[in-house]
């Protein structure tokens, strides 16, 4: 036999695991295919039933937001004819006397829950009003004092203030026998409604007749025209548009487009002067909502092509296996991270109470030196205005009542001399704020010497004072410069109190600077390092508490000069107080 004669062997039948393998790939494309074809179609009726649901409900705000606005516009219009006819407004208004005034409109305003309320004069003068910083006030030229007082009806002016935003304001003349006396101004407040709706909306809107948007939860948008306001945003990225195309490919076509961002537009007419309000809603909500659905869909898919990848490969199994794995590491990763950011919350809040605690006990400290600052300060004009009524009342015994009245003007001098302390030593805890103006540094001397006069005469002090011929004018504060003065010489008094032959030398130079200096012959200074500290005292306990010169030395400071002590080289102590001179050029500006 040949070889040719010899048949060829069959082929082998294909395996009936390759067989199952491609029918199992078959189930899968099929399931993907009716997969996307079902999931177009619910996304499609989804959307369409959602939006008209959102729309729906947004045109319900719509409708609530805008009886709010008439609800607040009428219970606020009848506020001006009641007030118009009050007779104490229309009495305070032709006598002149607004005493009582401001607190009955303070009162209408708690009753009715107006925003502001004003009575102006025939001048426009603020001469009443529920916030008492506008009392004195001139709005002669404001556009709704105009409109009130041309008109003997309620008028409804919409005004935009140069801080942004808008003012809805009521007004209406007050008549007294048919004679326009004042008019009365209540305001409306609808800001408080761009407060709720940025909580519950996502952009609001409200126009006037000529189109300007007076009301929105977008600061940005007012006074522009809704054209306008659409246009303004910041230029997209183009990662942005990318997935802003993305996000709005299952949607249907939006209405506008609010900073870059999709949304649907309900417009609606408010029945008041032309107004129209204006609701944007974005499609998040109906994409939520759907995808929703979407995502039970497509579970229920994943779980077919898993139970078919599940048999067509083990590796299959095991890699769900693995990522089952992965995801119990991954949860409880999540859990820690979660831990730590307790933590990490917790001690931001101990870190806040920390500060707040902080705060107060500087509070507190604060509070403290003013009390003993003021307690200080006065004691001088006391002792001042007590030996003054002790002479007046000798004077007065001797029948000389004349020279008894210089005393007591004297008193009522060192009255408002301690008022003027008081309010001073506000300037000690609270820097800045000083109104300056040119002194003669002459003249302070003076009255601080005249200040002093009645402890001057009690004590047999020789006083030696060097000014000079003409004006030493410096750049200060007449009153804290004084007080310094009256320092430096009470403390001269006291480190002389037990010397045999006391002597105060006053000296008063110029060159560079203007130089005033307080010697005694005391027993001069132990401790200069600790001289210009607070609380800091060599006086016996109840004779002082040690500010007297940490307060001089800051005003010093405050006024843009220093405060300097030495010891005197024959004994006793200088205080020399510098202050730049006000020169002739620098004069004749002020």
């Not at 409804?156 to 008019?183: A, M, P």
Request: net charge positive; aromatic share 6%; glycine share 6%.
């Amino acid at each position: 036999m040949s070889l040719t004669d010899i048949p060829a062997p069959a082929p082998p039948p294909a395996p009936a695991g390759r067989r199952s393998a491609w029918w199992l790939r078959g189930v899968v494309a099929g399931i993907v295919a009716l997969a996307v074809t079902v999931i177009w179609i619910t996304n499609a009726w989804l959307t369409t039933r959602f939006s008209e649901t959102t729309r729906n409900r947004a045109e319900v705000r719509v409708a609530l937001y805008t009886g709010n606005i008439l609800s607040e516009l009428q219970r606020n219009s009848v506020v001006p004819l009641l007030l118009a006819r009050d007779p104490a407004l229309i009495t305070a208004l032709d006598i002149g006397n607004y005493a009582l005034t401001s607190a009955r409109l303070i009162s209408a305003q708690k009753e009715i829950g107006a925003a502001s309320i004003l009575l102006l004069d025939v001048h426009g003068r603020v001469v009443a009003a529920t916030d008492r910083n506008q009392l004195g006030s001139n709005l002669s030229q404001a556009p709704h004092f105009i409109a009130g007082l041309r008109s003997k009806d309620t008028v409804f002016t919409v005004t935009e203030r140069s801080s942004g935003g808008f003012e809805f304001t009521y007004s209406r003349s007050v008549l007294l026998e048919n004679q326009v006396v004042g008019v009365i101004l209540v305001g409306v407040d609808l800001s408080k409604f761009e407060r709720s709706w940025s909580v519950i909306a996502d952009a609001i809107a409200v126009t006037d007749s000529e189109g300007r948007i007076i009301l929105a939860t977008e600061p940005r948008w007012r006074g522009l025209t809704m054209a306008e306001a659409l246009t303004v945003r910041s230029a997209p990225s183009a990662i942005r548009r990318a997935l802003q195309a993305t996000a709005d490919w299952a949607n249907e076509p939006p209405d506008a487009y609010v900073q870059g961002e999709a949304v649907m537009r309900i417009d609606s007419r408010v029945p008041f002067r032309g107004w129209r309000i204006t609701s944007f809603s974005t499609y998040d909500s109906i994409r939520e909502r759907v995808n929703a659905v979407l995502a039970l869909e497509i579970m229920g898919f994943a779980i077919l092509m898993a139970l078919a990848f599940y048999q067509l490969s083990r590796r299959a199994r095991f890699q769900t296996r693995l990522f089952q794995r992965e995801s119990a590491e991954l949860r409880q990763l999540n859990a820690r991270l979660q831990r730590e950011i307790a933590e990490r919350e917790k001690a931001q809040k101990d870190l806040a109470v920390a500060e707040q605690t902080l705060a107060q006990s500087s509070k507190l400290a604060a509070l403290g030196e003013m009390s003993a600052a003021v307690s200080h300060e006065l004691n001088q004009p006391l002792a001042a205005m007590k030996t003054y009524l002790a002479g007046a009342r000798l004077l007065l015994q001797r029948d000389r009542p004349a020279e008894a009245m210089s005393s007591f003007q004297r008193i009522d001098d060192l009255i408002e001399r301690m008022g003027a302390i008081t309010r001073q030593l506000k300037s000690y805890a609270r820097k800045g704020g000083e109104a300056f103006e040119p002194v003669d540094l002459r003249l302070c001397l003076s009255s601080a010497l005249t200040m002093m006069e009645p402890q001057l005469r009690t004590r047999a002090v020789r006083i030696v004072r060097t000014v000079p011929r003409g004006a030493v004018m410096v750049m200060a504060d007449r009153i804290r410069l004084e007080q310094v003065i009256i320092n430096l010489l009470r403390n001269a008094l006291d480190a002389i109190r037990e010397t045999r032959d006391p002597q105060i030398e006053i000296l008063l130079a110029t060159g560079e600077t203007a130089r005033l200096s307080v010697r005694d012959n005391g027993h001069g200074i132990t401790e200069l390092d600790k001289l210009f500290e607070p609380f800091w005292t060599t006086k016996k306990p109840g004779d002082g508490v040690g500010l007297g010169l940490a307060i001089s030395s800051g005003i010093m400071k405050d006024l843009g000069g220093r405060l300097t002590a030495r010891n005197a080289p024959g004994g006793g102590a200088v205080f020399e107080m510098q202050l730049p001179i006000l020169g002739n050029e620098a004069r004749a500006a002020e």
